[in-house]
């Protein structure tokens, strides 16, 4: 039976007697799911996942992984948990498979097992081929490849991954994407954060958005989206000038957003745009539009 495999109880953060990054988080991720944390630049994912990952001290309030407290019992979380920073650099002088192969053995692997995780994931990052190199020779993404191989080589229970996919191409990212719901299906934990609004739907069971150190919004993607009571939008190129007033609209340069209650209210908008002889398409509201609603307000 799945168990809770991260807690944390109104978790604060104060760096330096004022900085105010996390404002009393709680968040509960049970074990086999992928949970995701969004929020716009400075709310407060890295600083959790680093106190999760032990690797900061929280302000107050508590913390568990696997039922260890992330201060008290800091060396057992460690043992299970692997970590990829959001500043992660591959030291030059190692390899991918040095990387993902000694990472693996780090933990105990014996060498055969060691050895067939790392080729595992080094495949699943589009790695293998470059395994010899040694990273100062490889590229920004295939760099960050290689950390990621690293973890998920490990085989730890529970995986922290802080925007693991940024910077990578579409290509690697889906690789990485589908390595992490393996992982998944393999019962492990993983605490991922993404400012990429498609990985965060595409690979998650459940999300939270925190703004200012504190979670607006927490569940399935699905749920999230429902959040907004507009759940079409329309695309408009250039300017029209007759709408009724209770339309949300966003301008983007010769462009304009349009969010409506539904379908049937799209389409008539779509209707009306195409006779005045402008472009228009519709389509559901996106996960993007919801946070953009939610920690902006889609006017501001
Ligand atoms: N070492 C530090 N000292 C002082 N303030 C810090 C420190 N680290 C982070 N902060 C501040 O704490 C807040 C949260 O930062 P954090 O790195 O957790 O944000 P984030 O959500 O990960 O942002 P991003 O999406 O840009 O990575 C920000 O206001 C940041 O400026
Ligand atoms: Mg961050």
Known sequence: MAYEAVASHNLLKTYGGSVEALRGVAISIQQG????????N??????????????????????????YDVVEEAKQVRQHIAVVPQDAAAYGNYTPWDYAYYFAKLRGMPSADAKQA????????????????????LSGGEKKRAIIASALASKAEVLM????????????????????RDMVREG????????????????????????????IADGSPDRVKQMAK?????????????????????????????YVSNEDEALELVRKVLKKGL????????????????VGGWNS
């Open 33 to 40: 799911e992928l949970f995701t944390l969004l929020g716009p």
């Open 42 to 67: 400075g709310a407060g994912k890295t600083t959790y996942l680093r106190i999760i990952a032990t690797q900061l001290l929280p302000t107050k309030g508590d913390a568990e992984v696997l039922g």
């Open 118 to 137: 790392a080729k595992k994931a080094l495949e699943d990052v589009e790695l293998f081929g470059l395994r010899n190199r040694v990273c100062a020779s």
């Open 161 to 180: 991954l802080d925007e693991p996919t940024s910077g990578l191409d579409a290509v690697a990212r889906r690789g990485v994407w589908s390595a992490l």
């Open 188 to 215: 492990k934990t993983i605490l991922l954060t993404t400012h990429i609004m498609e990985e965060a739907e595409m690979v998650s069971d459940r999300l939270a958005i925190i703004h200012n150190g504190t979670v």
């Open 230 to 258: 507009e759940k079409f939008r329309v695309v408009v190129r250039g300017k029209i000038n007759s709408l009724p007033a209770a339309h949300d609209v966003v301008k983007l340069g010769d462009k304009q957003i349009i």
């Open 279 to 294: 472009n228009a398409e519709a389509a559901p509201i996106t996960l993007e539009d919801v946070f953009v609603k939610l």
